[in-house]
């Protein structure tokens, strides 16, 4: 039931027309989530993990809510149509900007307001970090990229500017913090941030190239990830090991999981032929077409940082010798049949070309 509240609530978000509309919307989709994370009240972390995340979402709610009364205190108006026409560009549009900017970044776990993303994550059940990896961040990074180009299409050299410079650090940051981590869930959490600042990079191009672009990645990381977390969840399940340590020499014991994780760790860093290549392609090459091209280098360039700690993974579970193997892991039927589904996207999603042209005709 609770899932099911977040997903209604998330559909009506996607389809909202107005700020009040996506308010309300947006709270019914954060709500049960956060019940969610605390749903398993033995697991250690978790009733941490879920005041983390309320305090997170109160406080960006209260910031949403003080952007959307000064734009309309301004505009006299709060439906996406009707603001571009009554956009004055003043300090207190920017302002009212700056707010309703903000309170999309803690949705999406850009940084600086990224600090509640690795703890919940943790602390949550794996079904719920994946829903709030793949279905929450979603959907609200559809809404941000509707608002942006409907909405404040007037205001877009301020907020190319802002998703330029977001974009930079989040790549950087998610980079850097994911190389540290030996948690599964953490190491997944930090690579959804970095893969964030890939999704600003498309979005930044403000144009239908860069909403086919990220509507395209975000079908491929759906698949990444949902894969990555379906075979963490089922080690840690029955074994209850959840560091990357202990998945060293899985590939000896659980071949089908070992190769599941690598396809999808493959896709997470953009390594052809995997959907994920195609993906991190359009998203910079909608990027370049702005001609910032310093701004593009940047992002290729973490693209390949990545790799590494990408691969470390890959690595420890193929080549790294182990004493403590991980044990053959019991798969229930439909864990294994939902993991070929993932693995065959990641695959088939870059190679059909007509489903980016698809979504291109739709943007």
């Known amino acids: ?12 978000m996607i389809s909202s027309g107005n700020l009040l509309l996506f308010f309300l919307s947006l709270e019914l989709a954060t709500i049960p989530v956060a019940a969610m994370v605390n749903f398993d009240l033995e697991k250690k972390g978790a009733s941490e993990a879920a005041m983390k995340m309320i305090l997170s979402s109160a406080f960006s709610s209260g910031i949403l809510l003080f952007g959307i009364s000064l734009v309309y205190g301004i505009t006299g108006t709060i439906i996406f149509a009707e603001m571009p026409a009554l956009l004055d560009g003043s300090p207190l549009m920017i302002m009212a900007f700056v707010f309703l900017f903000t309170a999309f970044a803690f949705k999406l776990s850009i940084v600086p307001f990224h600090l509640w993303t690795a703890d919940v994550y943790q602390g949550a059940p794996f079904a719920t970090t994946s829903f709030l990896s793949v279905l929450s961040k979603g959907s609200v990074a559809f809404i941000f990229m509707a608002t942006m180009y409907k909405a404040f299409q007037p205001m877009q050299e301020v907020w190319y500017n802002m998703i330029m410079l977001l974009s930079v650090v989040t790549m950087i940051v998610g980079n850097l913090f994911a190389m540290r981590q030996q948690n599964i869930k953490r190491f997944l959490a930090f690579s959804s941030i970095a893969q964030v600042g890939f999704i600003l990079v498309g979005m930044s191009s403000n144009s239908d190239m860069g909403t086919a672009s990220v509507v395209y990645f975000m079908l491929i990381y759906s698949f ?4 990555a977390f379906g075979v963490a969840a ?23 999981l070992s190769w599941v994780l690598a396809l999808a760790l493959f896709s997470l860093a953009g390594i052809p032929p995997t959907a994920g290549f195609f993906g991190k392609l359009f998203l910079i090459t909608a990027g370049a077409s702005k001609g910032n ?5 940047i992002a290729a360039l973490n693209m390949i940082v990545s790799l590494y700690y990408y691969l470390k993974v890959v690595r420890a579970v193929f080549m790294d010798k182990n004493e403590q193997h991980v044990e053959k892991i019991i798969i ?29 005709t739709l943007s």
């Open 224 to 227: 990444s990830n949902l894969a």
């Open 293 to 297: 091209y310093l701004f593009i280098t």
């Open 1 to 12: 039931m609770l899932m099911l509240s977040a997903v209604l609530g998330m559909f009506l």
């Open 332 to 360: 229930h039927p439909s864990t294994r049949f939902a993991l070929m589904i993932c693995a065959a996207g990641i695959v088939l999603v870059g190679l059909l070309s007509w489903i980016y042209d698809y979504i291109e």
């Open 234 to 256: 089922a080690i840690a399940s029955q074994t209850g090991k959840e560091k990357i340590d202990d998945y060293k020499g899985l590939y000896q014991t659980n071949p089908f």
